[in-house]
């Protein structure tokens, strides 16, 4: 009798070890409560009433100190499967996609909406693979695939296959009757890669082939390899290195120029921040912007932003190259400071640049919930300085129209998510026809960001899209670069049209 009441106690802590996880798995505990007494009694309805809080409050325990269930399965699997190959003389890979911008979906979807979109992106997955290979849902919408064991595989095959999974997640999938598109990283990592082998070495070099791909976003793709570059987190234990990186020079804009639909030429750069690590090589915002929030180093980031930007522009026009403005972006934390508006008049002055040569853009987050009187009042004065106000990610922060009087905004930055596949989606067409309307009776000027194809770029160009902005016109690239890009691209508007005979 002892053995079986153990046994079923065993199992019911099983239970609420796996699930108790889900936040809804309470709303079961008065039945649990009542399963209890009537399985084995008091004994059994003690143990539960307290055991199940126990347990739950282990488990959130062991989530604060960073244990992650999802993780921790797909490194079990992995050394199973590895054991399997290596028992078969086999081979095995590892796969992890992560969703683009997710953030960005959920601000404009909401959760539910991303959670119906990583179940069908899920589903997909399984439709690609084969029916031994393994599909694990992870933290952060992420998501693993571990191959089967195969005898024929090499990095070719395996990088083929990645480009078919990420192909899969960017097909357009139906939330709420609303075309959404997606985009996809994906890391790859062969199991014959590592000289030695383990569940938790296949999924942290498969973790690293993902933060790659991530730095080569949106649609990054990348397998591991002995030499890529090791980035740790940027956590507090990084405060001497941004402190060398800025005592150093390390953190630079690079610039992505944006282009006139009308004439095709420049019409502006975007400054980007990048952090080029002595020894760890280019670190990407994702990674030291948290950092830099936490170290109150956001202020300071900013201004040499600024600074650098107005440097490039004063070089370009030194050059002889037409760039009209540089955008820069200005976080929450610099909207805050009261003195913000004569700083960045000095600044401009010290470069001898007249302010609407200054594109300020701002999230449209920030314009959409600020309550903050500092931050309206420094995106007032900015505007009354003769800056351009660019609302950034337009369409994902709900923006009023009243927000955007109030604050002077001149242009609309139309969020990638909006722009993907505008060529080929009515639904998606007909919302950057809607926004380009609005934008017209304000009187606003418009620039889409992500353009990535050329069918993208004609399509914004007819439905009257001021700028566009992406990889389908020119990566982000350091100053030094920019020039002979800009000489490029002005020979490829002179060139003439080439005529041939006609022949009879």
Known sequence: MLLSL???????????????????????????????????????????????????????????????????????????????????AKKTACFMIEIDDHSS????FGTAAMTEIMKQTQARIHRVVRTPDRVLALEGYQLAVILAPTRHLDHDTAMKLAAR?????????????????????????????????TGEALADATALALADARRHAPSGLRAFTPNLPTIPPCTETLRDDIEAGFENGQFKPWFQPQISTETGRVSGFEALARWEHSSK??????????????????????????????????????????????????????????????RVAWTLDRFDLAPDRLSVEILETVVSTSSDDTISRNIRGLAELGCHIDLDDFGTGHASISSIRRFGVQRLKIDRSFVMKVD?????????????????????????????TAGEHAMLSQLGCGHVQGFGIARPMPFDRTIEWMVSHSAKLQAPPIIGRKTV
């Open 165 to 197: 999974l990420q192909a899969s997640v960017e097909d357009p999938l139906t939330v709420d009757s609303v075309n959404v598109y997606v985009s996809a990283s994906v890391g790859a990592c062969l199991g014959d890669t590592l000289p030695h082998p």
């Open 105 to 108: 979906i959920l601000d404009r």
């Open 424 to 452: 080929r989606d009515t639904d998606q067409k007909d919302m950057i026809a809607a926004i380009l309307l609005m934008a017209d009776r304000l009187g606003l000027d418009t620039v889409a960001e992500g353009v990535e």
């Open 6 to 88: 153990k046994s079923t106690l065993g199992n019911l802590l099983k239970f609420v070890g796996v699930f108790g996880q889900r936040p809804q798995v309470l709303a079961f505990l008065p039945a649990a409560v009542l399963a209890s007494f009537w399985l084995g009694g008091e004994l059994l309805l003690l143990a539960t009433a307290l055991g199940i809080p126990l347990l739950l409050a282990f488990a959130d325990q062991k989530e604060a100190k960073g244990f992650r269930p999802g993780n921790r399965r797909l490194e079990d699997d992995l050394e199973t499967t590895l054991a399997i190959a290596r028992r078969k």
């Open 281 to 342: 090589g280019m670190i990407p915002p994702a990674e030291f912007l948290p950092a830099l929030e936490r170290t109150g180093n956001i202020e300071r980031l900013g201004q040499q932003m600024l600074d650098a930007a107005l440097a490039a522009l004063k070089a370009w026009d030194e050059a002889g190259h037409e760039v009209p403005s540089v955008g820069v972006n200005f976080a929450s934390d610099e909207l805050r400071n009261p003195k913000l508006v004569d």
